[in-house]
C-alpha cells in the first residue's frame, strides 16, 4: 500500500484543487459593481503625470546598474528632488 501512497496523494490534491479554483462570474454576488476595470480605461491623476527629469537634482548611486542598492535608493529619496537611476 505504502507504494501507492505518493500517486493517490498526489491524485487527490489535484482534485482538491481543482474542485476549489471555479472560475468566478466578475460579479459581487451581493449585487455589486463587476471587479475590476472592464473598460481596460482610466484616468491618470496629474500627479502622476509625466516630470521634467531633464536637470537632476539626485542620483541614485553614482548612475551605474551595480551601485543602484536599496541603500542608494532610501538616500537619494531622502534627499528629495528630481531623482534619477
Known sequence: MARYASPLAAALLV???ARGCGGGTGTD???G???GNPDGACEVPAEA???DTSNPTTVVGDGTAASCT???FIDA????GVITF
Open 49 to 51: 503625470d509625466l516630470e
Open 33 to 35: 459593481p463587476q471587479a
Open 70 to 72: 536599496a541603500d542608494a
Open 29 to 31: 454576488p451581493e449585487d
Open 77 to 80: 529619496v531622502a534627499r528629495g
Open 15 to 17: 482534485f482538491v484543487c
